[in-house]
């Protein structure tokens, strides 16, 4: 039984890469293979100044070298560019639930983490699995306080894409709390920070806070992430205070700061100060609560998932990191299995309502009324379960 257990799950993954490599995707992916054509003639270092200054690049720097590796591998092989695009991702895909079967052992927890991140990047082709093997040995490191190699762990999976960086606090505090001294403290940081100094370096320190700026300067209030965002722009649009109505068939649209109506410009304002508020909020939790393997892994999901609760411009597949921590919270015994399951359902329909397999769901509205109102409440209540077990954890010192 222990030989067919893994065995099982691989024929399963084999099934799923070969049915699905050829999806075709979001528009996403052929903007990001155009980035990579673009590279192909000055190289990822020069060329990634280059990109950023003809395109709104909100890329980190590594992520799009490795986008340039394989096409250019590809073009050599004579490889169908989508194709060539995917490679990583079917590389991630397979590497990811290895890497989550050291942690237990449990060959079910590899295959659930498979069925959970298929969608996200053979089949609508996201870049958030070309970061998850590093991001869950970071994860699994800092549980075994081997702060110095989780920490470039991390920092590499924030060059490969930004979002794992709002995981960075809570990675620093757990590594200030276990060091004996502040001198062991400063030499756990200096390998991640000669690392991340050489890649500023390589790729240009200037450029590299540009484009990191830009990431994080989305004019849009909900970049379709169902969140409190979402829920306010229904509001803003049904009572016309967003410069828009609510479309015939009550599907919510998108609305973008700078706007004409003063209501969107304050709600945005507004809404990034209280996720400011909340972050510090957590992290506080954290500093002053218990200091243990359960309360790093709650606490990091809580953060995540307070990002996508309240931030701005959140996209319907940030809700990955969240789904990630969970899961390595969940894999600890540190999040309960109803509040894991809620965490994957969301992260799932986020992207499956808005693309489906491909197209989306064009069934989604009833009655001029938009599932993702739905979707959104769910998600905020999960937040707030999330919230209640990390207060539950946290909450007796040691």
């Not at 699905?20 to 990634?48: M, Q, R």
């Not at 690049?57 to 340039?68: K, Q, R």
């Not at 109505?245 to 709600?267: E, F, R």
Request: aromatic share 16%; proline share 5%; net charge neutral.
């Amino acid at each position: 039984m222990t030989v067919l257990r893994p065995l099982i799950v691989a024929l399963i993954a084999a099934a799923l890469i070969i049915a699905f490599t050829n999806a075709p995707g979001t528009f996403d992916d052929y903007a990001f293979i155009a980035w990579a054509k673009f590279l192909l003639p000055p190289g990822p270092f020069a060329g990634y100044a280059q990109l950023s200054r003809v395109t709104d690049l909100d890329y980190p720097p590594i992520g799009i070298t490795i986008m340039w590796a394989t096409i250019k591998l590809g073009h050599y092989f004579a490889w169908p560019e989508l194709q060539s695009f995917k490679l990583p991702l079917v590389m991630m895909t397979l590497a990811s639930p290895l890497v989550a079967h050291t942690r237990t052992r449990a060959a079910e927890h590899a295959l659930i983490l498979l069925l959970l991140i298929i969608p996200f990047g053979l089949i609508l082709g996201y870049t958030d699995v070309t970061y998850l093997p590093f991001l869950l040995a970071a994860f699994y490191l800092a549980e075994r306080q081997i702060f110095w190699a989780a920490g470039l762990f991390l920092a590499l999976c924030a060059f490969i894409k930004w979002q794992p960086i709002i995981f960075a606090p809570i990675f620093l505090i757990a590594a200030w709390r276990h060091a004996p001294a502040p001198k062991e403290f400063f030499k756990l940081a200096a390998p991640t920070t000669i690392f991340v100094i050489a890649v500023l370096l390589l790729y240009n320190p200037a450029t590299v806070i540009h484009v990191l700026f830009t990431a994080t300067s989305d004019n849009e209030f909900s970049a379709q992430g169902v969140n409190l965002a979402w829920l306010l722009s229904a509001l803003l649009e049904c009572f016309h205070l967003g410069g828009l109505t609510l479309q015939p068939n009550g599907a919510i649209t998108l609305l973008t700061t700078p706007s004409p109506a003063a209501a969107v410009n304050i709600a945005m304002t507004t809404l990034r100060y209280v996720f400011y508020a909340v972050f510090l909020a957590h992290l506080v939790i954290y500093a002053l609560g218990k200091k243990s393997k359960a309360a790093f892994l709650i606490s990091a999901t809580a953060c995540a998932a307070a990002q996508f609760t309240f931030n701005t411009g959140v996209h319907e597949n940030h809700f990955f990191v969240t789904l990630i921590a969970a899961f390595a919270a969940w894999q600890a015994k540190a999040l309960d299995d109803f509040t894991f399951a809620a965490c994957a359902a969301i992260a799932l329909l986020n992207i499956l309502f808005f693309y489906g397999f491909g197209d989306g769901f064009n069934f989604s509205n009833f009655a001029n009324i938009d599932s993702t109102i739905f979707l959104a409440l769910a998600e905020i209540l999960t937040y707030l379960l999330i919230l209640r077990n990390q207060f539950q954890t946290c909450r007796d010192k040691s």
